[in-house]
């Protein structure tokens, strides 16, 4: 199995070194070959508009729209979910491919950043997960066939599933608690 | 914990995370804001001027107006850092209450306390704080920072001193990482560290927060130098709306930042980018002159 992790800018060595301690080959990507052979691509955090302006300018978009289209298991955490949404009520390059509408910046600035622990009942084992949320986006609303997988107690999107994309808005890469990552491979595997 | 918990570590630590390798651009309105997210900067600073600027017209260097401030978070979507003087706890509160995303407690700035730093534990807004040398990282550390930056030599485009100041630190975590606790314990003397966090990052073989370079970056091959060195990303200052063309150059700091490790990418967006900022040679400013050497 072999995971690629978008490398263009934010916490990718977060999620590489969660996916390797876990003896699973990790990539980091900067360029469309390096997407080739891949059985499964994470998103990290980091800005993205950053991502955005880079992933343009070195033609990665196509490809990455390809590999969702194809069935591969994408995750987007953060920057990385508004990275997948179809709509966030703004301009910017985006892959589009995941039927959510995403707000960025939803909480407000970093002094209203925050964790909190969620109840997220597709994990194993079912426990609380403790979430970090910086700069967040939250998911508006969600179109047919994509599951919720995690609200706030006021009833706020925060994760989501649709096939094969999986999007949250907070980020498992800055716990010890790899729950998440093994739900995603999980996903990876069974394809 | 089922109530929402701001402020806390992981959070001031967490967004500093999120904006590595990536380029944090010095704006001095929302017209060059603009500019550096349009060409992918991960953060803006707001100030007054920029350091080249303070340096050639010397005078009192003070936290940037509000107004100012408020229309460059207005006019971007990425986070935005504002700087305040060392020991100037009063400026920090004002622009925690502005709403800034970080706080460089900089010595670009007059220094407000020559003795003190600010105690950045008592913020809900996370600091930033420049270094020379591992001691003087683990020593704002200490008092709260959540990110650091080597402070380089800024608003000269000369890259020597942030060459320096990365290698003192980076060496000095090499340096450590075999050494025993006793051994240890006497580095810290030697350093002025505070033991716990010296040997934290001793175990973890890098600084427990993330640490960028800053202070003469001026070309991208500069950009890409400072992260083969193992900074985690660049900040940079006069560097881009000091040179000819800031549009171009701001975005292709960006991509040489990104690939740094590939000469070939360095090659193509080197070309064409019109004169750098002018610069000065950091060897010729005399010792009092300096801005690396405020902080304490």
Redo the contacts between chains.
């Keep these: 199995m072999k995971i690629g992790v978008l490398?263009?800018?934010?916490?990718?060595?977060?999620h590489i070194k969660i996916l390797r301690a876990r003896d699973v080959e990790a990539i980091e990507v900067?360029k469309p070959e390096q997407l080739r052979d891949l059985d499964g691509l994470i998103i990290p955090?980091?800005?993205s508009?950053?991502f955005g302006?880079?992933a343009v300018?070195y033609g990665l978009i196509e490809p990455m729209r390809a590999l969702c289209a194809a069935g591969k298991p994408v995750w987007g955490t953060?920057?990385g979910m508004i990275f997948l949404a179809k709509e966030i009520g703004?301009a910017q390059p985006l892959i589009g491919v995941m039927d959510v509408t995403v707000k960025?910046?939803a909480f407000?600035?970093?002094?209203?950043?925050?964790?909190?622990?969620l109840d997220i009942p597709a994990l194993e084992p079912r426990a609380?997960f403790?979430a970090?949320?910086?700069?967040a986006p939250l998911i508006a609303s969600v179109g047919k066939g994509v599951e919720v997988l995690a609200k706030l107690?006021d009833g706020t999107i925060v994760a989501a599933r649709q096939g094969n994309l999986l999007a949250t808005s907070f980020?498992p890469e800055?716990t010890n608690d790899a729950r998440f990552h093994k739900f995603f491979l999980k996903n990876v595997k069974s394809r | 914990m089922t109530e929402k918990q701001v402020g806390t570590w992981a959070v001031k630590v967490g967004l500093a995370q999120m904006l590595k390798g990536g380029v944090i651009m010095d704006v001095t309105t929302a017209e060059q804001a603009k500019i550096a997210e349009d060409a992918g900067a991960c953060a803006v600073m707001a100030l007054e001027r920029v350091p080249a600027d303070i340096r050639r017209e010397g005078g009192v260097a003070r936290m940037a107006d509000p107004t100012k401030i408020i229309e460059i978070m207005e006019a971007v979507t990425i986070p935005v850092m504002a700087k305040a003087r060392i020991g100037h706890f009063v400026e920090a509160q004002v622009l925690e209450a502005l709403g800034v995303d970080y706080i460089d407690e900089s010595e670009v700035l007059t220094p407000a306390d020559e003795e003190n730093h600010i105690d950045k534990h008592q913020f809900k807004v996370p600091f930033v704080c420049g270094c020379r040398n591992l001691g003087e990282a683990l020593r704002r550390l200490g008092e709260g920072a959540a990110m650091m930056r080597t402070k380089g030599e800024a608003g000269t485009g000369d890259v020597v001193e942030a060459v320096r100041h990365a290698r003192s630190v980076l060496g000095e975590i090499r340096r450590i990482q075999n050494m025993r606790p006793d051994e240890l314990m006497h580095v810290a003397k030697e350093l002025g560290a505070p033991y716990e966090l010296l040997k934290q990052t001793a175990e973890l073989g890098r600084m427990p927060v993330v640490n960028f370079a800053a202070g003469g970056i001026a070309t991208p091959a500069d950009a890409a130098l400072m992260m083969q060195l193992g900074v985690d990303g660049v900040f940079v200052g006069s560097g881009i709306f000091k040179s000819d063309d800031p549009a171009k150059r701001a975005k292709a700091i960006v991509e040489a930042t990104t690939h740094f490790n590939d000469p070939d990418i360095l090659a193509k967006v080197s070309r064409g980018l019109g004169q750098p900022m002018s610069g000065l040679a950091a060897r010729a400013i005399p010792e009092k002159e300096q801005l690396a050497v405020r902080g304490w």
Excluded: M, W
């Excluded at chain 1, 490398?7 to 977060?14: K, T, V, Y």
């Excluded at chain 1, 970090?132 to 700069?135: A, E, G, K, L, S």
């Design positions: 490398a263009l800018q934010g916490a990718f060595i977060e900067r955090g980091g800005e508009t950053t302006k880079l300018e953060c920057a703004r960025r910046n407000g600035r970093q002094v209203d950043s925050f964790e909190i622990d609380p403790h970090i949320f910086i700069r107690d980020h800055l």
